[in-house]
């Protein structure tokens, strides 16, 4: 798998996020990158992060290029809206769609007529996409014939595995959870009418209720929970660092304790390195980049009687978003669907 090629389309926070997550791999590269803002721009944003601080290597701009440790990386910039890139051109095997917004097949084939191999969509698409991938869950599930793969959405990413813990050790009757989010650039800063009238609003000055739309998707991966999961949302003024409050109704007795004991275990077993678990009182700013999909606060679990539980888990949703996106590269690249394009989606080779 060294050597796998990688083309990040949308040099927004998460394609910068992807950027700078691949600069410490070994097994991908950032061989392209097209954004429709000019690329002066994105280059300062890419060294200077008011969230994740200076890039600490240099990055310098090239005709058409970044140079980047004495190699050049394509730069499609000030590129045409809703248009695709020609990534044959710069022998890209795997494309992480980094726009925000929402692909159909159509948008993602037309990448693939393009050259790629493959292509990641971090925006949830199921319409668009071969396999829905949640981090632990099936991501081992990659094969050759998945050429569009999707991941979860963060507050997806963050549930699932907390409820397979609990059902496995508890047994689950019923589900509700809040999930509350930092503001991000899709917010406002100041308030303006859109049809969303709350989404209006002042991120900065207000915490904002939302709808959530998660139920389908944990549903769609726990069946059995059919109709028995609730959700609600609301973004809240801080600039990074969200929370996923979870209540659970069980079947089987439940402790603080003895919750702490199942997710310490399975955070050390299947779950290592997706569910962390955190010992200290921490609070939002305390999870910056850190790429768990869960970080249980152990500390913050509360019983009420002997079934009802209520957990809290903090997660860096930015940068765990682009760090789920770059795993599903590599076992995109990994299971094969990246390094042979289809001949029905054109005669170019990458190679």
């Given at each position: ?10 040099f927004?926070?998460?394609g910068r ?6 600069a ?7 061989a392209a990158?097209?954004d429709?803002v ?5 280059r ?9 601080g200076?890039f600490a290597?240099?990055v ?16 499609w910039?000030s590129?045409?809206k ?5 990534w044959r051109e ?25 050259g ?5 969509v971090?925006?949830?698409?199921p ?8 981090r ?10 998945h ?6 959405s963060?507050t ?10 609990l059902?496995?050790?508890f ?8 999930a509350?989010?930092?503001y ?10 859109l049809?969303?009238m709350r989404?209006?609003?002042?991120a ?6 939302q ?6 998707a944990?549903?769609?991966?726990f ?20 929370v996923?409050?979870l209540t659970?109704?069980h079947?089987r ?10 997710v ?10 997706i569910?962390?678990c955190?010992?200290?009182?921490v609070?939002?700013?305390?999870v910056?980049?850190s ?6 606060d152990?500390g913050?679990?509360l019983v009420?009687g ?5 957990t809290?888990?903090w997660i860096d ?12 590269a ?8 990246a390094?042979?394009?289809?001949e029905?989606?054109g ?5």
């Open positions: 798998m060294a050597g796998v090629r990688v083309g990040i389309m949308g927004g926070q998460t996020n992807v950027f700078r997550i691949l410490s791999r070994t097994d991908l590269e950032v990158i097209c429709v000019p690329a002066d721009q994105l300062y944003l890419l060294k200077f992060d008011t969230l994740f200076r290597e240099s310098e701009l090239g005709e058409g290029t970044l140079e980047f440790r004495g190699r050049p990386i394509r730069f910039s590129f045409a809703g248009e695709v890139p020609p710069a022998r890209v095997d795997v494309v992480l769609d980094c726009t925000a917004r929402a692909l159909d097949r159509r948008d993602a084939e037309r990448h693939l007529e393009a790629a191999g493959g292509i990641v971090t925006t949830p698409s319409a668009a996409c071969d396999i829905t991938v949640v632990g869950w099936n991501d081992g599930e990659v094969r050759p014939e050429r569009v793969v999707g991941i979860a963060t997806v990413a963050c549930v699932a595995p907390m409820l397979s813990i059902k496995d050790a047994g689950i009757e019923r589900v509700f959870f809040n509350v989010h930092a991000t650039s899709a917010h406002r800063l100041a308030d303006v009418p049809p969303d989404r209006g609003r002042s900065p000055e207000n915490i904002i209720p709808e959530s739309r998660s139920e389908a944990l549903e769609a991966i069946p059995d929970l059919a109709g028995r999961i609730t959700a609600s949302a609301m973004d809240v003024p801080v600039a990074n660092g969200s996923v409050d659970c109704w079947g007795p439940v402790t603080p304790a003895s919750i702490a004991e199942a310490r275990a399975a955070g050390a077993g299947r779950w290592n390195d569910v962390v955190e010992e200290e009182p609070v939002s700013s305390d910056t980049r790429g768990a999909s869960a970080t249980f152990v913050a679990t009420l002997e079934r009802l539980s209520k809290l888990c949703a930015g940068w765990a978003l682009a760090g789920r996106a770059v795993h599903a590599a076992a995109l690249a990994k299971s094969g669907s390094s042979a394009p289809s029905a989606f005669p170019g080779s990458r190679r």
